[in-house]
């Protein structure tokens, strides 16, 4: 080996510094024959049961909301120009308050004329009713024919439908002019607010949302790829981002019965079965769902699959009390556009690498570390 060395050094020559930092690199490996250990390789690890929504306590989590369980978009009856809005979001209201108002003058115009319209119905009425009880009275002491007898009666009964109808047209005209006046039908807490003073509205057209009191829940959205895991008065617990670590208990309500078109997720709601008194609306929440109950197995992102020598589906383990890759056969389920289900062959504890399989050989010394770049300790 020594000869060898020697002899590429003559060739090589001391022309250039660059020629002297490669001759040091030949010498290098131009020692007594020694293997060189090389340094372990750093690989990012996951456990299992943390690596796709699962919590360390066998639970699946998914982001929610926190909703009303009665959430209702409130708008007038009636068209017109919006004069005045008393309230804003956040606002608590009582049932009956006064949310909005709109011009009530064509309204009261309009009632007006169906009033006039009413009364001279009614005095065609009262008209009509003496003139059949006088025909009446002609008729039985047989001063008046039977035929005219009958032509008051037939007046009468039309004065009386006429009546009748305008009575009806005045007081659906009251019942309009009512409807420029937007209230709360319930107690509850403005959540949206979709119209300003001065602007024409439609009739139905939102101008508010209001969130009832009483019951909240939590919207969150179920996975395509296990929605027949899920089913409604499933059990669940929920925690919320500000009291972290304290969890309330709950069970689903509702599960949409069509996927969303775009996200292809299935919306669904959970209601809180602890003291709500003190969620408000809007917080962000988890919702945990126990992995027994939804059926689900583990789950790993596709960089954490491998296939083996045979063609079997492998992922790297690592044990981090001696820090040594170990390729361990699984059998999985079927594949997800997030992942895909192991259903045996692997423990939830155990550390498995998420990327970076590829260049590993089984037993090789590695360096695990996790997401922020930290070393894996072990217990």
Same mark, same amino acid.
């Given at each position: 080996?020594?000869?060898?060395?020697?002899?590429?050094?003559?060739?090589?020559?001391?022309?250039?510094?660059?020629?002297?930092?490669?001759?040091?690199?030949?010498?290098?490996?131009?020692?007594?024959?020694?293997?060189?250990?090389?340094?372990?390789?750093?690989?990012?690890?996951?456990?299992?049961?943390?690596? &796709?929504?699962?919590?360390?306590?066998?639970?699946?989590?998914?982001?929610?909301?926190?909703?009303?369980?009665?959430?209702?978009?409130?708008?007038?009856?009636?068209?017109?120009?919006? @004069?005045?809005?008393?309230?804003?979001?956040?606002?608590?209201?009582?049932? %009956?308050?006064?949310?909005?108002?709109?011009?009530?003058?064509?309204?009261? /115009?309009? #009632?007006?004329?169906?009033?006039?319209?009413?009364?001279?119905?009614?005095?065609? +009425?009262?008209?009509?009713?003496?003139?059949?009880?006088? =025909?009446?009275?002609?008729?039985?002491?047989?001063? @008046?024919?039977?035929?005219?007898?009958?032509? *008051?009666?037939?007046?009468?009964?039309?004065?009386? %439908?006429?009546?009748?109808?305008?009575?009806?047209?005045?007081?659906?005209?009251?019942?309009?002019?009512?409807?420029?006046?937007?209230?709360?039908?319930?107690?509850?807490?403005?959540?949206?607010?979709?119209?300003?003073?001065?602007?024409?509205?439609?009739?139905?057209?939102? #101008?508010?949302? +209001?969130?009832?009191?009483?019951?909240?829940?939590?919207?969150?959205?179920?996975?395509?790829?296990?929605?027949?895991?899920?089913?409604?008065? *499933?059990?669940?617990?929920?925690? +919320?981002?500000? &009291?972290?670590?304290?969890?309330?208990?709950?069970?689903?309500?509702?599960?949409?019965?069509?996927?969303?078109?775009?996200?292809? &997720?299935?919306?669904?709601?959970? &209601?809180?079965?602890?003291?709500?008194?003190? #969620?408000?609306?809007?917080?962000?929440?988890?919702?945990?769902?126990?992995?027994?109950?939804?059926? =689900?197995?583990?789950?790993?992102?596709?960089?954490?699959?491998?296939?083996?020598?045979?063609? *079997?589906? @492998?992922?790297?383990?690592?044990?981090?009390?001696? =820090?040594?890759?170990?390729? @361990?056969?699984?059998?999985?389920?079927?594949?997800?556009?997030?992942?895909?289900?192991?259903?045996?062959?692997?423990?939830?504890?155990?550390?498995?690498?998420?990327?970076?399989?590829? /260049?590993?050989?089984?037993?090789?010394?590695?360096?695990?570390?996790?997401?922020?770049?930290?070393?894996?300790?072990? =217990?």
């Amino acid at each position: 080996m020594a000869m060898r060395c020697t002899a590429v050094i003559r060739m090589a020559g001391f022309r250039t510094a660059a020629t002297l930092v490669v001759l040091a690199a030949l010498l290098a490996a131009c020692g007594n024959g020694e293997k060189v250990s090389q340094p372990p390789r750093p690989v990012l690890v996951a456990r299992a049961d943390a690596a &796709t929504g699962h919590g360390a306590d066998g639970l699946s989590a998914y982001a929610g909301e926190i909703r009303a369980r009665e959430e209702a978009a409130l708008s007038f009856r009636v068209g017109g120009k919006l @004069v005045r809005r008393l309230v804003d979001v956040g606002d608590r209201v009582r049932k %009956g308050d006064l949310l909005a108002e709109l011009d009530p003058g064509d309204l009261r /115009l309009q #009632v007006e004329a169906l009033q006039a319209e009413l009364a001279a119905a009614d005095a065609q +009425l009262a008209r009509a009713r003496a003139d059949h009880a006088r =025909n009446a009275s002609l008729s039985r002491d047989q001063l @008046v024919s039977r035929s005219a007898l009958d032509q *008051q009666t037939a007046a009468l009964r039309a004065a009386e %439908g006429q009546a009748r109808a305008a009575r009806a047209q005045f007081d659906l005209s009251r019942n309009q002019a009512a409807y420029s006046q937007l209230r709360a039908p319930q107690d509850g807490v403005v959540a949206s607010r979709q119209v300003e003073a001065g602007q024409v509205v439609a009739a139905g057209q939102p #101008v508010f949302g +209001l969130a009832a009191d009483g019951g909240r829940e939590v919207a969150f959205a179920l996975p395509e790829s296990g929605i027949r895991d899920f089913k409604v008065g *499933q059990a669940v617990v929920i925690e +919320l981002w500000s &009291t972290q670590g304290e969890r309330i208990p709950g069970r689903i309500r509702e599960i949409a019965p069509a996927a969303d078109p775009q996200a292809r &997720t299935y919306a669904a709601r959970a &209601t809180l079965e602890g003291d709500a008194a003190r #969620v408000d609306l809007g917080q962000s929440a988890r919702v945990y769902i126990p992995a027994a109950l939804s059926g =689900n197995a583990l789950r790993l992102p596709l960089s954490a699959l491998h296939r083996g020598d045979k063609g *079997q589906a @492998v992922v790297w383990t690592v044990d981090p009390k001696v =820090n040594k890759a170990r390729r @361990v056969p699984v059998r999985i389920g079927p594949y997800a556009a997030d992942g895909v289900a192991v259903l045996s062959g692997l423990k939830p504890t155990q550390w498995v690498v998420m990327a970076g399989g590829h /260049l590993l050989h089984d037993g090789q010394p590695v360096l695990p570390v996790d997401r922020t770049n930290r070393p894996i300790q072990s =217990n």
